[in-house]
């Protein structure tokens, strides 16, 4: 991102409003004078703080929200089927950044993080304030602020993680932040970002499956559970999706219903459209 991620992610508050707004009021069109009234400003400067977090204008974003622009995603879908066995996901927003990604050994998992340390902080991105918590082995924890309030938020880590060290450490989660969501400016060796995870066996293989999903693209939970060899498990796939433990690297938001519906998002539904729709603007 060229701009200032606290910049972008005070833009992106007024932008949720505008989708949360449209997808009440999409059928009657409603001008941009009116989506821009429903933020707060005029419509000058709606069109500026869309143009600067977007880089494009409103209207040909908004043609990434509907419902027929997500069922194009799912045609697409097909080509992801034909290349699953490649590999990983070509670039991405991340760029040239490749996801390594190790999980805990069973016994590493009830033990609960014993001996691990992990820094902790809050920071804005282009897609309002997250969260994010490292370890020396990886990211453990990336999520977006929705209703729930910071304390809460890192109370939930803090239960997944009981026998570990936390530390706030704002300026070595800062880097990371900005290696994840700037990264032309990215330091990172070898051009590597690391996650550490913890889950059951199912749970793992199903956070595996996203992270070949490319950007701009869409699959089905049914097309996930196919992936993973468990073609009836598609409920389990869904919960499996619900309780991925590290947002946007491991793209949750590309997986929907089918026949344009997108289904819900732990982050928030507005927000699942933003990051779909940010994608395919790139």
Request: some cysteine; hydrophobic content about 35%; proline content about 4%.
């Amino acid at each position: 991102m060229k701009n200032n991620l606290t910049q972008l992610s005070k833009d992106y508050y007024r932008i949720e409003k505008a989708i949360r707004f449209l997808d009440k009021n999409f059928h009657r069109q409603p001008s941009l004078q009116e989506v821009a009234r429903t933020t707060g400003v005029s419509e000058f400067h709606f069109q500026k703080i869309f143009q600067r977090w977007a880089g494009i204008s409103p209207k040909k974003f908004l043609q990434f929200l509907t419902k027929e622009y997500a069922k194009e995603l799912l045609k697409k879908s097909n080509l992801l089927d034909a290349s699953y066995d490649a590999g990983l996901s070509g670039p991405s927003r991340l760029h040239d950044l490749f996801i390594n990604y190790e999980a805990m050994s069973p016994g590493e998992y009830k033990q609960k993080g014993k001996g691990l340390t992990i820094d902790y902080g809050f920071h804005p991105s282009p897609f309002g304030e997250c969260f994010i918590a490292l370890t020396n082995r990886g990211i453990c924890r990336l999520a977006f602020l929705n209703k729930e309030s910071q304390k809460k938020i890192l109370d939930e880590c803090l239960k997944i993680w009981t026998n570990a060290k936390f530390n706030h450490n704002h300026e070595k989660t800062k880097v990371c932040v900005e290696n994840i969501f700037n990264p032309q400016k990215s330091k990172i060796k070898n051009g590597t970002i690391k996650l550490l995870y913890q889950g059951t066996n199912f749970q793992m293989k199903v956070w595996e499956a996203l992270l070949r999903i490319e950007p701009g693209t869409a699959v089905t939970y049914k097309t996930v559970a196919e992936w993973i060899g468990s073609p009836r498990a598609v409920r389990a796939v869904g919960t499996a999706i619900g309780k991925n433990p590290i947002a946007y690297l491991i793209p949750c938001h590309r997986v929907i219903r089918g026949m344009g519906h997108l289904g819900g998002y732990r982050w928030g539904l507005a927000r699942k459209k933003a990051l779909l729709a940010m994608e395919a603007s790139a």
